[in-house]
Each structure stands twice: as structure tokens, then as C-alpha cells.
């Protein structure tokens, strides 16, 4: 299972398409049951890294999240 660290090291690096490949396959790990809460949290931990320094990496990841979410919700 990748880390909130191992997104914010991908957002870096990648598209929003790649990472929202990653992030995509990461949640479809997780127990269908489990889905939201795992986005949720993977949410929650990057507050955990504010600063200036991942704020951009930060803004992508929670976009991705949010598109997630809804997606998850809709099925």
C-alpha cells in the first residue's frame, strides 16, 4: 500500500493522470467497504505535511482525492 509520502514524492514527478492512476489503484487495494475511509484518511495525513513545501503536491493530491471520491460514491 503507498504512503500520503509516497504520493507527495509522485506529485512531484508525475501528471495528473499518473497520479490519479496510482491513487486510483492504491484505493482499489483497500476492501470495497474501506474505499472512502482510506481516502479520507490519505486526506487527513496530508495536513500533517503543510508547509510551503508540498503545497502544490498537496493541491494535486487533494484534486485527485476529490475526483476519487466522487467516483466512489457514484458507483
Do not use: C
Not at 492504491?26 to 487527513?44: A, F, T, V, Y
Amino acid at each position: 500500500m503507498k504512503t500520503t509520502r509516497d504520493f507527495l514524492t509522485a506529485a512531484d514527478t508525475s501528471d495528473e493522470a499518473d497520479l490519479a492512476v496510482l491513487m486510483r489503484t492504491s484505493m482499489l487495494d483497500q476492501p470495497e467497504g474501506n474505499r472512502l475511509h482510506w481516502l479520507r484518511e490519505i486526506e487527513l495525513a496530508l495536513d500533517g505535511y503543510g508547509g510551503e513545501r508540498h503545497a502544490k503536491a498537496a493541491e494535486r493530491i487533494h484534486n485527485v482525492l476529490r475526483d476519487l471520491t466522487n467516483e466512489t460514491r457514484t458507483v
